[in-house]
């Protein structure tokens, strides 16, 4: 019994556990630095947006910025109970690569982008087969990874320039070698592939293709061996020839580079010798400048001298002036005093002759004529 209820138990668990309606895991999808994403509906509403789909413009209105894009589910039921179903996603997201493009068509397998032959392969107008390399350089540019996803939708650059440039700029050089000489053809490759280049850039535009370049990768190389050896002889006379030629004009220049450097040091050396002989010009006239002012200097100095002495003389003569009339004024002093003195003795004198003469008698008689005046009034 207690086994029968365990059996129903489980039953019962695994059974309600069947009824429940998976759970909606979240998804999203990371788009890159280099990729441009578009979220495209997966449900369209009605015929009328799926037509909206094959256009351009509908595609570029998908694009989205974001770099993480979370991807919503719709439920689809597969049964008549509810958890009979599976969770679908409501839109795709597409992204395109802008990484830029590099490749490389050679002859040598082991040169080139691929193991294969890449080269391009020609024929001349007098039917001379010859091959030649090539490199190409594109990429998808932002504004047109709307362009570039609907005409080529998930497919990458890679092989679009494999499955669609190459042939495109075969097509070309066939076309244009293939209306030149053999010699045509080895003198105008460099122009013919500018050719290529320049319509293959306009043509794959439209498509949202940016060429970037188109060149030749190495030189002309003839299917005949015997045209190749020829080419080759020819060619490398015409290298001689170019290397002798250049070694002339090489030493014609360097010849000339001399004479021009000799020329250059020999009129550096008359600059040298004229701006010396003007700085001893220049360094003489200061000297004679300098001589001059001195020579003014002491001629100002001795007429202040002179004009000192001068004065020192006139001062002299003027003293010697004043002393002697000062000598005259004395001398005359004096004898006005001697004078005044006799006078005075004469008017005091009472005629009578002394026999002893007094000390101040020698005035009186005028035997002292040094004596002062002041001297007799006492």
Same mark, same amino acid.
């Given at each position: 019994?207690?086994?029968?209820?365990?059996?129903?138990?489980?039953?019962?668990?695994?059974?309600?556990?069947?009824?429940?309606?998976?759970?909606?895991?979240?998804?999203?999808?990371?788009?890159?630095?280099?990729?441009?994403?578009?979220?495209?509906?997966?449900?369209?509403?009605?015929?009328?947006?799926?037509?909206?789909?094959?256009?351009?413009?509908?595609?570029?209105?998908?694009?989205?910025?974001?770099?993480?894009?979370?991807?919503?589910?719709?439920?689809?039921?597969?049964?008549?109970?509810?958890?009979?179903?599976?969770?679908?996603?409501?839109?795709?997201?597409?992204?395109?690569?802008?990484?830029?493009?590099?490749?490389?068509?050679?002859?040598?397998?082991?040169?080139?982008?691929?193991?294969?032959?890449?080269?391009?392969?020609?024929?001349?107008?007098?039917?001379?087969?010859?091959?030649?390399?090539?490199?190409?350089?594109?990429?998808?540019?932002?504004?047109?990874?709307?362009?570039?996803?609907?005409?080529?939708?998930?497919?990458?650059?890679?092989?679009?320039?494999?499955?669609?440039?190459?042939?495109?700029?075969?097509?070309?050089?066939?076309?244009?070698?293939?209306?030149?000489?053999?010699?045509?053809?080895?003198?105008?490759?460099?122009?013919?592939? $500018? @050719? #290529? *280049?320049?319509?293959?850039? /306009?043509?794959?535009? =439209?498509?949202?293709?940016? !060429?970037?370049?188109?060149?030749? %990768?190495?030189?002309?190389?003839?299917?005949?061996?015997?045209?190749?050896?020829?080419?080759?002889?020819?060619?490398?006379?015409?290298?001689?020839?170019?290397?002798?030629?250049?070694?002339?004009?090489?030493?014609?220049?360097?010849?000339?580079?001399?004479?021009?450097?000799?020329?250059?040091?020999?009129?550096?050396?008359? $600059? @040298? #010798? *004229?701006?010396?002989?003007? /700085?001893?010009?220049? =360094?003489?006239?200061?000297? !004679?400048?300098?001589?001059?002012? %001195?020579?003014?200097?002491?001629?100002?100095?001795?007429?202040?001298?002179?004009?000192?002495?001068?004065?020192?003389?006139?001062?002299?003569?003027?003293?010697?002036?004043?002393?002697?009339?000062?000598?005259?004024?004395?001398?005359?002093?004096?004898?006005?005093?001697?004078?005044?003195?006799?006078?005075?003795?004469?008017?005091?004198?009472?005629?009578?002759?002394?026999?002893?003469?007094?000390?101040?008698?020698?005035?009186?008689?005028?035997?002292?004529?040094?004596?002062?005046?002041?001297?007799?009034?006492?």
């Amino acid at each position: 019994m207690k086994r029968i209820l365990m059996v129903i138990m489980l039953v019962g668990i695994f059974g309600l556990g069947g009824c429940i309606k998976p759970y909606n895991v979240p998804e999203f999808v990371t788009v890159g630095s280099e990729e441009t994403a578009f979220v495209i509906p997966l449900i369209g509403e009605n015929k009328e947006n799926q037509v909206k789909f094959e256009s351009v413009k509908y595609v570029e209105q998908m694009k989205v910025a974001s770099k993480r894009i979370a991807i919503p589910h719709i439920w689809r039921s597969t049964g008549r109970f509810q958890w009979m179903g599976t969770w679908d996603d409501a839109v795709a997201v597409y992204k395109v690569k802008r990484t830029p493009l590099s490749r490389e068509w050679l002859q040598n397998p082991a040169q080139g982008t691929s193991n294969n032959d890449d080269s391009f392969k020609f024929e001349s107008a007098d039917s001379v087969t010859f091959y030649v390399g090539g490199t190409l350089q594109a990429l998808v540019e932002e504004k047109s990874s709307a362009k570039f996803f609907y005409y080529y939708r998930e497919t990458g650059l890679g092989k679009i320039a494999d499955r669609d440039i190459r042939p495109y700029m075969a097509k070309i050089l066939v076309r244009e070698f293939g209306r030149m000489s053999t010699e045509g053809c080895r003198l105008n490759k460099g122009d013919v592939f $500018e @050719i #290529a *280049e320049n319509e293959a850039i /306009k043509h794959f535009k =439209q498509f949202g293709v940016t !060429i970037t370049s188109f060149g030749m %990768q190495g030189d002309l190389t003839y299917e005949n061996r015997d045209i190749q050896n020829q080419i080759n002889t020819k060619a490398q006379m015409e290298l001689s020839a170019k290397i002798a030629i250049e070694s002339q004009k090489k030493k014609v220049v360097e010849a000339e580079t001399a004479k021009k450097e000799a020329l250059i040091k020999e009129q550096q050396s008359i $600059e @040298i #010798a *004229e701006k010396t002989k003007e /700085k001893r010009l220049i =360094q003489e006239q200061m000297d !004679i400048e300098i001589e001059k002012k %001195q020579l003014e200097k002491i001629k100002i100095q001795n007429a202040k001298d002179k004009e000192t002495a001068d004065k020192n003389l006139y001062i002299a003569q003027q003293q010697q002036k004043v002393l002697a009339t000062t000598k005259d004024l004395v001398a005359l002093e004096i004898e006005k005093i001697r004078a005044n003195a006799e006078l005075e003795k004469a008017r005091r004198w009472n005629g009578v002759i002394p026999t002893l003469v007094p000390e101040n008698a020698k005035v009186m008689m005028g035997l002292d004529k040094t004596i002062n005046i002041l001297d007799m009034t006492k």
